[in-house]
């Protein structure tokens, strides 16, 4: 076990372990417990190097990811379904895609609710919602906190302590559910550090699931007016929405083209600017996620 305290970032690192690369390198896993953020439960990451990293001086965008044990390793996941973040970045490559370091965030647990639900969207929300989102939440929204360690303590230690290209063109945050309210809401708040975000099967009803059957007008508005008031010109960002029609999905279509409405009256060109997807048949699972990833990065971070 590996004990140290990196200053400057306000974390304690426990555990650190290295997965080397297979014979045909395939990049290598490096994974964090333990780490220390104020105001947040213990945080932990499995930081993903691309092929080539360890035998080059070259620098590489990053991309944040939420959920962080469910993107590579069967092992850690919740349903014995993952991403494979890692196979979709090795397969853009493949098609001229700039390779990027990922670096996945685990989600706290019984935490991960509040963590993830945007704060903005739980203020604005009356008290009908605010009381279904309460339910799930069990205690403070913690999701600014979150946001301001990703960006203001996560993303310098990241950008010292790997070879990276930290401009936010470079930097995308990916997340789906409450993990893609959270992205969305990321990059309409912090437009300095992220340009590019991918917000799959967003929950927008942001509520516990067996109360978002039908389509709840009120929410509907709360996303609205957020990204009205906060979205701003698109000033080089890309954002990249979807959802399917199965399970969970089946009820976010109606959320979707208000948000999709927001996005166009900012001054956001659909198709260029950003992008929502339809996927007929899909499900709200890490299987459905894993099976478009290619094709959100391919879109995301073409030249």
């Known amino acids: 076990m590996m004990l140290r305290l990196l200053?400057?970032?306000?974390?304690?690192?426990?555990?650190?372990?290295?997965?080397?690369?297979?014979?045909?390198?395939?990049?290598?896993?490096?994974e964090y417990s333990e780490i220390a953020?104020?105001?947040?439960?213990?945080q932990r990451l499995s930081i993903w190097l691309p092929p080539g990293y360890d035998g080059s001086n070259r620098s590489y965008p990053v991309v944040y990811m939420h959920d962080g044990h469910n993107l590579f390793d069967r092992r850690n996941s919740n349903f014995d379904k993952i991403w494979a973040a890692d196979k979709a970045m090795l397969a853009?490559?493949?098609?001229g895609i700039e390779p990027r370091i990922i670096v996945g965030i685990w989600a706290p647990g019984e935490d991960r609710f509040r963590q993830y639900l945007?704060?903005?969207?739980?203020?604005?929300?009356?008290?009908?919602?605010?009381?279904?989102?309460?339910?799930?939440?069990k205690g403070p929204?913690?999701?600014?906190?979150?946001?301001?360690?990703?960006?203001?303590?996560?993303k310098?230690?990241?950008d010292r302590s790997f070879r990276t290209r930290p401009a936010k063109i470079n930097t995308a945050i990916i997340g789906s559910s409450m993990g893609g309210l959270m992205s969305c809401y990321a990059i309409a708040a912090?437009?300095?550090?992220?340009?590019?975000?991918?917000?799959?099967?967003?929950?927008?009803?942001?509520?516990?699931?067996d109360a978002v059957a039908g389509y709840d007008?009120?929410?509907?508005?709360?996303?609205?007016?957020?990204?009205?008031?906060?979205?701003?010109?698109?000033?080089?960002?890309?954002?990249?929405?979807?959802?399917?029609?199965?399970?969970?999905?089946?009820?976010?279509?109606?959320?979707?083209?208000?948000?999709?409405?927001?996005?166009?009256?900012a001054g956001w060109q659909e198709g260029a600017d950003f992008e929502s997807r339809f996927y007929p048949g899909a499900s709200h699972d890490e299987d459905a996620w894993a099976a478009r990833l290619p094709e959100v990065l391919e879109w995301l971070f073409r030249p």
């Open 190 to 209: 912090r437009p300095e550090v992220f340009g590019r975000a991918a917000c799959l099967s967003s929950h927008w009803p942001a509520a516990i699931s």
């Open 141 to 154: 929204v913690t999701s600014s906190r979150y946001l301001a360690w990703i960006g203001d303590v996560l």
């Open 118 to 137: 945007p704060k903005p969207a739980y203020d604005a929300a009356p008290p009908e919602l605010r009381a279904k989102m309460d339910v799930m939440a």
């Open 92 to 95: 853009v490559m493949g098609k």
């Open 7 to 30: 200053a400057g970032m306000g974390m304690l690192l426990l555990a650190m372990t290295t997965h080397p690369a297979a014979a045909q390198d395939q990049g290598r896993i490096i």
């Open 37 to 42: 953020a104020a105001g947040l439960p213990p």
């Open 156 to 158: 310098p230690w990241v």
């Open 217 to 265: 007008a009120q929410a509907a508005k709360v996303w609205r007016d957020y990204f009205s008031s906060t979205l701003g010109k698109p000033d080089a960002r890309r954002v990249w929405m979807d959802h399917g029609d199965a399970t969970l999905d089946q009820f976010y279509a109606p959320y979707q083209k208000e948000v999709d409405q927001a996005f166009a009256s």
